[in-house]
């Protein structure tokens, strides 16, 4: 299935949101609770799956697998298909859960399927299929924690990945990256991606960078987010439940 040419306009700095231009019949799907406001004119409908397969023919099961993927990489069952209805123009618009960056990704010009983690997956074209795709290697698996579960977007269209902070888009020609684990956003399908200490025992204990890092390796692009969403919500968790204990104590 082609996707739809959508148009789009990426709006603010450190807490961005896109807007989305649909022709008639356009239609944009999202995850559920990403909308922000849409034009009169657009109706929305949750669906299951992405709405890549065909209706019949053996489209239900399909989407039924693809639902439950999603469902284990912690997405919800179904997906939010807003379509332009009306007879001109019209607009809707999507944002982030995190503060930080959407990444527009013109899956036609890249060429190949998107990797990325679990919960980037924004909004896309409808057309785009999201998947859910796992890291085979074994160490990953056991010890990958955020990098085991991942998404698979492909498509001829576009799609947004939500990502923490500022994003760094590295182009590697046969390098090798090391990375924290949190702060992948995505990399190119085709690129070796796997899990490896950080270090000797006293590293991983005291290093401060975790026990595990990522390492992509190959030719083709990697989306780096610099304040992975763990990153912002430790602090707070922290401060919550030391303010908890010292109430609790008075």
Request: charged share 20%.
């Amino acid at each position: 299935m082609r996707s739809h040419d959508i148009d789009y306009e990426i709006r603010g700095d450190d807490l961005q949101f896109v807007e989305v231009y649909l022709d008639p019949e356009e239609t944009a799907v999202a995850e559920a609770g990403t909308m922000i406001f849409m034009d009169e004119g657009v109706t929305f409908e949750a669906k299951m799956g992405d709405g890549s397969e065909p209706e019949g023919g053996g489209g239900f099961f399909r989407k039924a697998r693809s639902a439950a993927g999603r469902v284990l990489s912690g997405e919800s069952l179904f997906m939010t298909h807003f379509t332009n209805s009306g007879g001109g123009r019209a607009k809707v618009a999507f944002g982030a859960s995190v503060p930080g960056k959407i990444v527009p990704l013109d899956l036609a010009e890249i060429g190949r399927p998107v990797i990325c983690q679990r919960d980037a997956f924004l909004c896309a074209a409808l057309g785009t299929k999201v998947s859910m795709h796992f890291n085979r290697r074994f160490g990953s698996g056991m010890f990958g924690g955020e990098g085991f579960i991942l998404q698979k977007l492909e498509g001829d269209g576009i799609a947004f990945v939500n990502a923490g902070g500022m994003v760094v888009e590295r182009h590697l020609a046969g390098e090798t990256i090391r990375l924290d684990t949190g702060c992948l956003v995505g990399f190119e399908e085709g690129m070796e991606y796997s899990i490896e200490r950080a270090g000797g025992l006293k590293t991983m204990a005291f290093g401060g960078e975790g026990i595990f890092l990522a390492t992509i390796s190959g030719v083709g692009r990697v989306w780096v987010q610099s304040l992975p969403f763990s990153r912002l919500a430790d602090p707070i968790i922290s401060a919550a439940v030391a303010a908890a204990a010292a109430a609790s104590s008075k």
